[in-house]
Structures are given as C-alpha cells and as structure tokens.
C-alpha cells in the first residue's frame, strides 16, 4: 500500500507562497486520486484540493479557488499544492491522502494519509 509523506511548510508572511510536496512510496501512484486536506486547531479537518489520476481534473475549495494550485507528477510518485497569496486563515497542518476512486472532496473516500506538514501564515 502507498506511503505518504509531505513537506514543504513553513512559516510566512501573509501575500506570500509556499509549495508543499506529497512523496507517495510503491509502484502504483498513478492509481491513485490525491486530495489535499487541512485542519486548523480547534477545527475539523477540511478539504482543500484534489487532483484525478491521470493529473487533468482538479477539485478546489472555494476558500482557495484561483490561488492555490494542485499538480502531480506520477513519474516522481509526487503530487504537489503551490499555495500563493496566503492569509492568516490559511494556517493549518496540510495532510496529502490518497483514494482509489474519484477525485472526491469527501474526507471518507481517502483511505491512505500522510502525517502532515505545518503552514503557518502571519500577519
């Protein structure tokens, strides 16, 4: 079964830009949709964006919508969310997962999740 493991947070300004990066170990991340999801504290986990297999079709929550950027690379087992003009309400841990359907926005249909990756945006 895939691994997950994400990097790229980091502390910064607000307007600024972050990329973070999901390596995904095994042989068939090609397979896999890929969801970007994120949980501030004292909050639920929520969607952020979703990439179909194959890289065409991406999903997007309206809180991120024209700024954020969701891409994968299956020859590097890799997908990726470039995040730009972030805002203090941006700050959350960001966790990659993976689902063998569709590229759903429905936390349930991801079954393989990374640990996370801190963002912190400032004000």
């Known amino acids: 079964q895939v691994q997950l493991e994400e990097s790229g947070g980091a502390l910064v300004q607000a307007g600024g830009s972050l990329r973070l990066s999901c390596a995904a170990s095994?042989?068939?991340?090609?397979?896999?949709?890929m969801g970007w999801f994120r949980q501030a504290p004292g909050k639920e986990r929520e969607f952020v964006a979703s990439?179909?297999?194959?890289?065409?079709?991406?999903r997007y929550a309206d809180s991120v919508r024209g700024r954020f950027t969701v891409s994968r690379d299956n020859a590097k087992n890799t997908v990726y969310l470039q995040m730009n003009s972030l805002r203090p309400e941006d700050t959350a841990v960001y966790s990659c997962?993976?689902?063998?359907?569709?590229?759903?926005?429905?936390?349930?249909?991801?079954?393989?999740w990374g640990r996370g990756t801190q963002v912190t945006v400032s004000s």
């Open positions: 997962a993976s689902a063998y359907g569709s590229y759903s926005d429905q936390i349930r249909a991801y079954n393989r």
């Open positions: 095994g042989r068939t991340f090609g397979t896999y949709a």
């Open positions: 990439i179909s297999q194959s890289g065409v079709n991406t």
